[in-house]
Nanobody
Framework: QVQLVESGEAVVQAGDSLRLSCAAS????????MGWFRQAPGKEREFLAG????????GYADSVKGRFTISRDNTKNTVYLQMNSLKPDDTAVYYC????????????????WGQGTQVTVSS
């Protein structure tokens, strides 16, 4: 059974940085990809970044490119999302997810999800 556990919940000020973690367990993830998404109240779930587990190939949504960085530590089975220059609009619940194959911007293609972690950015 695949389990994803996010951590890093915080209340920060605009301009601050924050790193989220997603610890994955339950199988080996070679051939899989991880994605980070977020969902703000009243809005749809939004793709932020993806990374292939084996090669570390990454991709980003235009809305966060240059501010957010996704990375992984294969030895710890953990994926990170480094967020810099945070804005109040970044306030949301952040989720990690995993799918077989290359990462996708569509949440429909992901098989497993974490429980989410709240990030609040105050102005």
């Amino acid at each position: 059974q695949v389990q994803l556990v996010e951590s890093g919940e915080a209340v920060v000020q605009a301009g601050d940085s924050l790193r989220l973690s997603c610890a994955a367990s339950g199988r080996t993830f070679n051939g899989y990809s991880m994605g980070w998404f977020r969902q703000a109240p009243g809005k749809e779930r939004e793709f932020l970044a993806g990374i292939t587990w084996s090669t570390g190939n990454t991709g980003y949504a235009d809305s966060v490119k240059g501010r957010f960085t996704i990375s992984r530590d294969n030895t710890k089975n953990t994926v990170y999302l480094q967020m810099n220059s945070l804005k109040p609009d970044d306030t949301a619940v952040y989720y990690c997810a995993v799918r077989l194959g290359f990462y996708s911007a569509s949440s429909n293609w992901y098989n497993y999800w974490g429980q989410g972690t709240q990030v609040t950015v105050s102005s």
